[in-house]
Each structure stands twice: as C-alpha cells, then as structure tokens.
C-alpha cells in the first residue's frame, strides 16, 4: 500500500528534477539579481532594493502599455482569422483537411526570425503592398508601412496564428455533428445552431488559443525590432536592451518579474471564469 502511494510522486520525480534544474533554481538565481544595486563598473551587490520593481514599471510604463495593445489587437486579428479556418478545416475541407493543416505548420518549418525578416520585406516602403496602399489611399504619398505599429501587430499575428488556429481546430473535430443537426431538426437556423451549439463547444479552444497567442506575443520583442522603430519598442525590447546594451541587471531582472507575474495573473483570472477544464483543453458542455 505504501509503494502504491508513492508511485505517483516516483513518476512525476524526473519532471520535478528537470523543473527544479532548469526552472526554479534560474528563477531564484534571477530573483537575487532584481534584488541587487550598483552597476557593471562598480559591481553589483544584494541590498534588497525591492523598489528596483515599482521604479521599473514607472520608468517604462509606456513599453508595458504597448504590449498590451499590441499583443491584445493581435490576439483578437488571430482569432477572427483562425476560426472560421479552423471550421473550414474541421467541417468542410474533406479529403484535403490534412493539406490544410500542414500549411498551418508549415511556417514553422523555417525559423521564427526568417519568418519575420521575410515581413520586412513585404512591407518594406517601396515594395508591392506599400505602392498598393498608396494608390487606394489607405497611406498617405509620403507614408510607409513599415516602422509603424501596423508592421508589427501584422508580424505577432502572422507568427502566433498557428496557436490560435490548432486549439480551435481540435475543440471542433472533437464535437459531435450530431448535435447540431439535432438543433436543425428542432427547427434551428443555421445560425442559431452555431450560435447555441458549435460556438459554446468550441469555446475551450478559443480560450486556449486565446492564451498560447497572448502569453508570447506580449513578451515577444523580435517583431518590434525588425518591423517596428523607437517609436514601437515593446516591454521585451526593454529587456533584452537593458541586459545586453545598458546592462543593468537589477532593472532587467526586475521587469522580467514583473511580466510573469502580469501573465501569470491572467492565467489565473482565466482559471477564475473559464475554469480549469478548459484550460486543459476537456469538452464543456453548455
């Protein structure tokens, strides 16, 4: 009986080991240096400055509002462009469904940062798009495309689609069409059978989608710094210029908190509404 108890802890003890190694030790390593104070000539040494924390979301506040914006529009272009492809997938694309979800995956096949040079070039100011915009107006004579906050909300939603598009795409093939032809046959529009049925049952997948997209593209910098300028530097572009430019660690450690701990109290409002079954991705049932 007692090594039926501790069989589950015996399993889970390489997981805790490899977590402990390369996650909470790092983590406690990274907490001591947000705690320090001085600079790279002087040295740096633990004072336990925990104002290091409140000063660096007050000196760039306006970094961290940006993400919000950025990685929120983003979130909500995936979403309104992810699901009516995953419902084409899952419903109507027939013997080319596994065609089609390979062309999601399919940019993943080349790395993240040539994803994102290859938006460069795109929108670069005298290329095709940009001469398009120009002659219906959408930019001025003189405007570009981009350096501008459209350039970089376009690169986070071009680059996390896929996280948007896969949890949705396996809520709808898991949902039994019965259902919604059991709507139709009690006399319900199609969009009223969407509305009440697909919708509810999907929404363990848009809520997952919602997170796998939000979480990184609010600490994503790699778009910002090819498609954007000065002017679109978000809260990851802080912290990779005060680690590796400015180095000031105490600061660089204590924004790095501060985002985690801003993410993870979205995971936990989100398990607060929504409930830990969807987080996990299990059927609800409306």
Do not use: H
Not at 12 to 38: D, H, N, T
Not at 47 to 56: M, P, R, V
Not at 95 to 113: G, Q, S
């Amino acid at each position: 009986m007692k090594r039926r108890r501790l069989t589950p802890y015996a399993l889970m003890s390489p997981g805790l080991f490899w977590l402990l190694i390369f996650f909470a030790i790092p983590m406690a390593f990274m907490l001591i240096v947000a705690l320090e104070e001085g600079s790279i000539d002087t040295g740096f040494s633990l004072t336990w400055q925990f104002a290091n924390f409140t000063e660096s979301v007050g000196d760039f506040s306006t970094q961290f509002g940006r993400s919000f914006k950025f990685s929120i529009i983003a979130t909500i272009l995936c979403l309104l462009i992810a699901y009516p492809l995953a419902y084409a997938i899952a419903f109507k694309s027939g013997r080319w469904k596994n065609l089609m979800l390979f062309a999601v995956v399919a940019p993943f096949f080349t790395t993240y940062l040539i994803r994102t040079l290859a938006w460069q070039t795109i929108l670069t100011d005298s290329g095709t798009i940009a001469d398009i915009a120009r002659f219906f107006a959408f930019i001025p004579e003189d405007g570009k495309l981009l350096d501008t906050d459209f350039s970089v909300i376009m690169g986070i939603t071009y680059n996390f689609l896929p996280f948007m598009v896969l949890p949705i795409y396996a809520s709808l093939e898991q949902l039994d069409e019965r259902l919604i032809e059991a709507a139709k046959d009690l006399y319900s529009s199609a969009r009223s059978a969407f509305v009440k049925v697909t919708l509810p049952l999907s929404a363990p997948g848009i809520i997952a989608g919602t997170l796998l997209t939000f979480i990184p593209a609010f600490g994503d910098y790699v778009n910002a710094t090819f498609l954007g300028g000065p002017n679109q530097a978000m809260i990851g572009n802080v912290i990779q210029d005060q680690y590796l430019r400015t180095q000031n660690y105490p600061t660089a450690a204590a924004l790095s908190f501060v985002v985690m701990a801003v993410i993870l109290a979205i995971v936990l409002l989100y398990i607060r509404f929504a409930g830990s079954e969807s987080l996990m991705g299990e059927d609800q049932v409306p």
